[in-house]
């Protein structure tokens, strides 16, 4: 398989930040090499501060992995979800650059179609909605949120180590997919209102929802569902926007077009469901971003990653036991420090949503003594020479490429925290928490 294979979900991201951004009104800019920040008009008009949803989810789970999820999706997911949002009035500056979006809070409840093995998804979250196209009557939103699931029926590892059947042979007995109760759950989609009185709208939303512990417990297949919804949205109230004087913030200020970023960050994985042990993970990302516009930057990085779970695996027969891991994913034969350093440069695409910034990175790896370890195979064979890009399969190795997921709070103008997902496409190899310093 090759890698291109998957790379879709990236795209996507890339694009809907992107078009999220650039869908707005344009914006000026200075010669200075500054942005300058004009207003935009829309005082005079009324908003609904708050709005009620209500909604109808079914949805699909895509059977990424063959030996762990395909023997899971027994049918649809299906549930309902409710919603509280905030309608934005105009009053800071992000509520402009966004054309007056939508904040919301939402809980939500899906049976995952095979309530023996896995159970109900209970999941939490903020997501907003920020309008493409906004009429009195007709609103088309980019959704992007997240949030934690709470899976009532998670893996029950005990009883997965002492079964002595293989893995592939007791997939479909064992929830592999969540290994614990929590799970983080990243969301991206679209959704359509459309008016039918003045206080109600029909609401329709597509969404792909993400749920996955990040390796901080084992097993962690994780679920990619595709969710269609459908409801009411109900707004018992509109008022008049504020007056002009009280939308003037800032106006004057100026934004650099180019900036930096240093960011040390760290977290915890957990290897493998039969290993009780933990492995420190931490990297360091410098990166140079140019502001396209008030809302959207683009950036080049150069990232250092440490990965500890790369350490000697028990061969199938026995033959060489080891206190480390039971993982026959990479082989490696020695605890060397240099096998937990990875290497390598990205791409990195931003929103700009005031102090909050939630960006997509795709990276390439220039250094990289992984990629001559796996698959474990071919590996153990001697087979080893591989060049920066080449063919590979996601369920035997990493591959050449990388990705984050992140968001960014800007605590001051110079120091910032940040929260990330590292992935191998679809599969997350750690979360990690960090703090950064911006010039």
């Not at 919301?104 to 907003?128: E, F, H, K, R, W």
């Not at 001697?382 to 890009?389: N, P, R």
Request: aromatic share 14%; charged share 20%.
């Amino acid at each position: 398989m090759i890698t291109c294979k998957k790379t879709w979900f990236a795209v996507f991201l890339s694009t809907a930040f992107a078009f999220a951004a650039f869908a707005q009104k344009p914006q000026d800019y200075a010669s200075s090499g500054f942005l300058t920040e004009p207003d935009l008009a829309f005082y005079g008009k009324t908003y609904a501060p708050y709005k009620i949803k209500a909604q109808f989810v079914g949805g699909w789970i895509y059977p990424h992995d063959k030996n762990t999820i395909t023997p899971l999706v027994n049918g649809p997911a299906l549930g309902a979800e409710i919603a509280f949002e905030w309608g934005m009035d105009g009053s800071k500056r992000w509520h402009r650059d966004y054309n007056l979006p939508d904040v919301g809070v939402m809980m939500q409840i899906l049976d995952l179609g095979n309530p023996a093995i896995t159970g109900q998804m209970i999941s939490l979250g903020t997501y907003i909605n920020l309008p493409m196209v906004k009429t009195d009557i007709v609103s088309f939103n980019i959704k992007i949120g997240g949030g934690a699931g709470f899976s009532t029926k998670p893996c029950d590892v005990q009883a997965a180590i002492a079964d002595p059947r293989s893995i592939n042979d007791k997939a479909g007995d064992y929830n592999f997919a969540i290994g614990s109760v929590f799970s983080f759950n990243p969301t991206a989609g679209a959704n359509l209102e459309i008016k039918v009185h003045p206080n109600i709208s029909l609401a329709f939303d597509v969404a792909y929802n993400h749920f996955s512990n990040a390796s901080l417990a084992q097993p962690n297949s994780g679920l990619n569902l595709f969710d269609g919804h459908v409801g009411l949205k109900y707004m018992p109230v509109r008022k008049q926007l504020p007056p002009r004087t009280a939308m003037q913030d800032s106006i004057s200020t100026k934004l650099k077009r180019w900036s930096g970023e240093v960011i040390l960050s760290g977290g915890a994985k957990k290897l493998y469901y039969q290993d009780s042990r933990y492995f420190g993970c931490a990297s360091l990302n410098v990166g140079g971003y140019y502001r396209t516009c008030r809302q959207h930057r683009v950036g080049l990085g150069l990232d250092l990653f440490y990965d500890g779970a790369y350490v000697p695996t028990a061969d199938p027969d026995g033959s060489r036991n080891t206190e480390f891991t039971k993982f026959a994913r990479t082989y490696t034969t020695e605890n060397l420090f240099a096998n937990k350093l990875r290497f390598g440069i990205n791409i990195a695409n931003d929103l700009i949503i005031g102090r909050l910034m939630i960006g997509f990175q795709f990276g390439i790896y220039l250094y990289d003594p992984v990629k001559n370890m796996e698959p474990y195979d071919k590996a153990k064979a001697g087979e080893t020479d591989k060049g920066i890009f080449y063919a590979y399969d996601i369920q035997d190795e990493d591959g050449w490429n990388y990705f984050r997921i992140l968001c960014k709070y800007y605590i001051t103008g110079h120091f910032l925290a940040n929260l990330s997902f590292k992935t191998h496409l679809q599969k997350v190899e750690f979360v990690e928490f960090g703090l950064g310093y911006a010039f």
